[in-house]
């Protein structure tokens, strides 16, 4: 009953910091255009008019803060989370400057593994994040590159309307869902659930036609802290559900690396070789393919669960399909465009 009765708090929480989100970047969208701070139409753009880059200005600080505010009471902080915080804060930094001044790759790699390392010491306590499968220090250095994958991966997918949006929110709320399940800590079950909820309140001006986007200093800083919360979510021993929650993310983009090294391309270049972007190009609207990227993480949500409450092998089995299907579906909407296509 006590944690039913705790769910309103939380729930009003979170509809606070989303409608703070939603205004907070409105404000910042209005100063992106003053200053104009835009991300202008290439040839590997998925869209075609200059629009204000750097919504995650309003969106990282007024998380941060929520994170802040609701374990300042907390008896028990989530191992690493006041380091994750910080870390979260430099990648914004450092981020930012990307955004400004378009930094060499290696900076933005150097400055990321920064974090991730200190992250990683911070979360000793956590516990093995490979099950015991690997030695100590393997595991945290497998942990490590796995983490600083998924960071890059997030911002690479960061490629078309409401996308980014779509899949913060899946991951979160799956994280939240599974902590509750397996009576987890208050915040681990609240922590991804805020970040949850200050991705909607952005995801009104980035749906399309989106009005902003969200700019490396929003998407890396946000796989940063999503992939914290997915670790520590293996170290508790639910690591079927944290594979599982991003795994069309994870699939799209590894097959797509795994395309462009096969060729030899450069695979820090930006691209237009993405599933999702490759429906898009075959005539599918921003708004079809992140509603059905929203469709196939509901999928996998419910795998999670599954996997949570003890079928972890079958569920893992069931999101490789559920990813596989979807992957092709993608590859047919990039051959076929709508009969007619718009939304």
């Given amino acids: 009953m006590s944690a039913v009765l705790s769910f309103w708090p939380l729930a009003v929480v979170c509809a606070l910091v989303a409608a ?17 701070i835009l991300d202008r139409p290439n040839a590997r753009s998925s869209h ?12 990282l600080p007024l998380l941060l803060v929520a994170w802040l505010l609701w374990q300042a009471d907390a008896i028990d902080h989530p191992p ?13 930094l450092v981020s930012w400057l990307d955004d400004l001044r378009d930094l060499p790759a290696i900076v933005r790699l150097l ?14 306590d ?28 997030f911002n690479f997918m960061d490629g078309i309307d409401g996308i980014t949006g779509v899949e913060a929110i899946a991951v979160g709320l799956g994280l939240g869902l599974v902590a509750w399940l397996l009576g987890l800590g208050s915040g681990e079950i ?23 986007f969200l700019g490396d200093v929003g998407s890396v800083p946000l796989g940063f802290l999503l992939g914290w919360l997915l670790l520590l979510l293996a170290a508790r021993g639910a690591w079927a559900a944290a594979l599982i929650l991003p795994a069309y993310y994870l699939a799209d983009a590894s097959v797509t690396l795994l395309r462009r090294a096969a060729r030899r391309a450069r695979l820090w270049q930006a691209h237009r070789e993405h599933f999702y972007q490759r ?21 996998l949500l419910g795998l ?8 972890a092998w079958p569920a893992l089995a069931g999101a490789g399909v559920v990813v596989t299907l979807f992957l092709l579906l993608l590859q047919r909407w990039s051959r076929l465009g709508l009969e007619s296509p718009g939304d």
């Avoid at 075609?48 to 969106?59: D, E, I, N, Q």
């Fill in 111 to 124: 400055g990321q593994a920064l974090a991730v390392a200190v992250a990683l010491f911070a979360m000793a």
């Fill in 304 to 311: 999670a669960l599954a996997a949570a409450w003890g079928y």
């Fill in 126 to 153: 956590a516990g093995p994040l490979f099950q015991g499968l690997l030695p100590p220090l393997l595991d945290r250095l497998a942990a490590g590159l796995l983490w600083l994958w998924f960071i890059n991966l």
């Fill in 279 to 299: 429906a898009v190009a075959g005539g599918h609207s921003h708004a079809r393919v992140s509603l059905a990227i929203a469709g196939c993480n509901l999928l």
């Fill in 20 to 36: 703070a989100s939603c205004a907070a970047t409105g404000m910042i969208r209005t100063l992106l255009l003053q200053f104009h």
């Fill in 80 to 92: 690493g989370f006041e380091i994750a915080v910080i870390g979260a804060v430099w990648l914004v």
């Fill in 48 to 59: 075609s008019v200059a629009t204000p880059r750097g919504g995650g200005l309003a969106l």
């Fill in 190 to 212: 609240a922590l991804p659930w805020l970040l949850a909820a200050a991705v909607a309140g952005f995801l009104v001006w980035n749906w399309a036609p989106a009005k902003l």
